[in-house]
Nanobody, 127 residues
């Protein structure tokens, strides 16, 4: 299997929190980056936050989530988490974790630079 695996999605109230986890244990080669993305109907897939393998490279956040979301790597558990605080209804989307093999592209945090994708996990923010 060459997919990361997302978990932790669900329903949250506005102003609430969720923590997503990306299990990258199935990725056995020395990839360059891990990214969190989301997609809603009628919009392009949006890069939210990307980080180098093991947390040792460049780190980026989209303006839409900066100050509310935090990415981190846990090398002992072989996971990359996205802590989401201050959730808003417009955060409702399918959230994806992806792997990049592109040294020069992963930090741009764009879908075109990522090759191996999880199945996605639904996040719904509503009262």
């Amino acid at each position: 299997q060459v997919q990361p695996t997302e978990s932790g999605g669900g329903l949250a109230q506005p102003g609430g929190s969720l923590r997503l986890s990306c299990d990258v244990s199935a990725i056995t080669w020395n990839y360059y980056g891990v990214g969190w993305f989301r997609q809603v109907p009628g919009k392009e897939r949006e890069g939210l936050s990307c980080i180098g393998r093991g947390g040792g490279g460049k780190l980026t956040y989209a303006d839409s989530v900066k100050g509310r979301f935090t990415i981190s790597a846990d090398n002992a558990k072989n996971t990359v988490s996205l802590q989401m605080d201050g959730l808003k209804p417009e955060d409702t989307a399918v959230y994806y974790c992806a792997i990049s093999n592109r040294l020069l592209l992963y930090a741009r945090c764009e879908s075109s630079g990522y090759e191996f994708w999880g199945r996605g996990t639904q996040v719904t923010v509503s009262s």
